[in-house]
């Protein structure tokens, strides 16, 4: 086996244990293209409520969802043909797309609102945890709340650190914020990455 071979079982092994985690009702710190999220059962309102507590978050601000692709977020939200346009022409990438969420997602994910962002990250480790989870992963920065967005795993506070399973580490993120969109309203709710793009596809459609 060559050395290439060794570090791509190495971290799907890293993988499958993250996974393994995630089923289990922990947490799990991973990658995106943008900072460093923090992973749970989004199904599972144990889980959620977890991650939660590790952010110190206030339950009014709703979390959101990480799938692997556009079409296993059909199982979870329900989504108009111009929602899934957007989703289509924007993701994977660094966009978060709020879309009405299915009746078995759970309400602390979502604040007991009816609307859950949902994200496919353009990064690998981050899908294939994702896939290799097999169910909709917390798609929420892994940081205290109030406290900067994480873009290497050595700056992870040591206290939110205590509340984590799992650590996958990517290297360096971009940093970059991704942009909160509802493409049902046309509303972008917070301008990040792919901001200019966004809007012209909005105003073209």
């Known amino acids: 086996m060559s050395r290439g071979d060794d570090s791509t079982a190495a971290r799907d092994d890293e993988v499958t244990a993250a996974a393994a985690a995630i089923a ?3 947490l799990v710190v991973y990658p995106t293209e943008t900072v460093y999220g923090l992973g749970a ?9 977890r991650a939660f507590d590790a952010k110190g978050r206030d339950r009014s601000k709703p ?6 692709n ?3 977020a059909r199982e979870h939200v329900h989504a108009d043909d111009h929602t899934m346009a957007f989703m289509q022409a924007f993701l994977p990438g660094p966009v978060t797309v709020l879309c009405e969420r299915a009746d ?15 994200r496919v990250p353009a990064h690998d480790l981050a ?21 900067p967005s994480v873009r290497h795993p050595d700056d992870l506070d040591p206290d939110f650190l205590a509340a984590v399973d799992t650590v996958l580490d990517g ?4 940093g970059s914020e991704s942009t909160v969109v509802d493409p049902a309203t046309g ?11 966004i809007e012209a596809w909005l105003d073209e459609h």
């Open 24 to 26: 289990a009702g922990d």
């Open 41 to 49: 059962d989004a199904l599972n309102a144990d889980a959620v409520e």
């Open 63 to 68: 979390l959101s969802l990480g799938v692997p």
């Open 70 to 72: 556009v079409a296993a």
């Open 104 to 118: 078995h997602v759970p309400d602390v994910l979502v604040a007991g609102g009816e609307r859950v962002g949902v």
């Open 127 to 147: 899908l294939d945890l994702y896939a290799a989870a097999g169910t909709p992963v917390t798609a929420t920065s892994a940081n205290r709340s109030g406290h």
């Open 171 to 174: 290297g360096r993120t971009d």
């Open 187 to 197: 509303e972008i709710h917070r301008r990040g990455a792919l901001a200019g793009a």
